[in-house]
């Protein structure tokens, strides 16, 4: 069972350019999120998703867009890179609420 | 709005010691407490899940306690050993869709 999967795994932008981070999960989870881990804090929440065709901002959106067109796929995309989105980005997932949620193993972004 | 604190930040323990790691957390009306643990550069593996209503689980060498009145939550890791070596993160759920806040987690070394 695969369970989160991100790709890629390592990503180095230019300042200015696009990119999508994949997440795709085999577990029928209803929910799934997006969080960005930053040096010596807490993750935080960008986008989270209660089911397909339904997306929600978190605490950090700006700078980053999703979709949610199938059950298993969340993709989050950066439309124009500035060195303040290098970080760690986590996907993750869960049944429904107030149930345990899993997570990928985090595509590390570095924007130069 | 929720915030989750974890003290200490680091913690260094010899083997076979018994360890205890504190989460507080500011809004009483939360939902479940989760802990995880990230070894570096990797994801977050689930420990632990406490729903609102319980007091505690158990896992193995690990033991997870809630008071939502005092706002705090304990991991309790008996017999700690070298791979227990880890950062140990914890997280409530307040609100809707299961969205978690984050603590900056306890960076946890057992030495032998």
């Known amino acids: 069972n695969a369970g989160v999967t991100q790709t890629p795994k390592f990503r180095i932008l230019k300042i200015g350019q696009s990119m999508t981070l994949q997440c795709t999960q085999d577990m029928n989870h209803n929910y799934m999120y997006w969080y960005r881990q930053d040096p010596g804090m807490g993750l935080k929440l960008i986008y989270y998703?209660?089911?397909?065709?339904?997306?929600d901002k978190g605490e950090v959106p700006n700078g980053y867009n999703v979709s949610r067109s199938t059950t298993e796929d969340f993709p989050l995309r950066l439309e124009l890179a500035a060195p303040s989105q290098t970080s760690v980005y986590f996907c993750?997932?869960?049944?429904?609420?107030?149930?345990?949620?899993?997570f990928g193993q985090g595509t590390r972004l570095t924007v130069v | 709005k929720q915030e989750v604190t974890q003290i200490p930040a680091a913690l260094s323990v010899p083997e076979g010691e018994n360890l205890v790691l504190n989460c507080s957390f500011t809004d009483s009306a939360i939902y479940n407490l989760q802990w995880f643990r990230q070894d570096p550069g990797k994801g977050l593996t689930s420990l632990l899940l406490i729903q609102s209503s319980q007091r505690e689980q158990t896992s193995g060498r690990l033991n997870a306690s809630l008071d939502k009145s005092s706002g705090r939550s304990t991991l309790y890791i008996a017999a700690s050993q070298p791979g227990d070596s880890a950062t140990y993160l914890c997280?409530?759920?307040?609100?809707?869709?299961?969205?978690?806040?984050f603590g900056t987690g306890t960076r946890l070394q057992v030495t032998l």
């Open positions: 997280a409530g759920t307040t609100g809707t869709a299961s969205k978690l806040t």
């Open positions: 993750a997932s869960s049944y429904r609420s107030y149930t345990e949620a899993f």
């Open positions: 998703s209660v089911g397909a065709g339904i997306t």
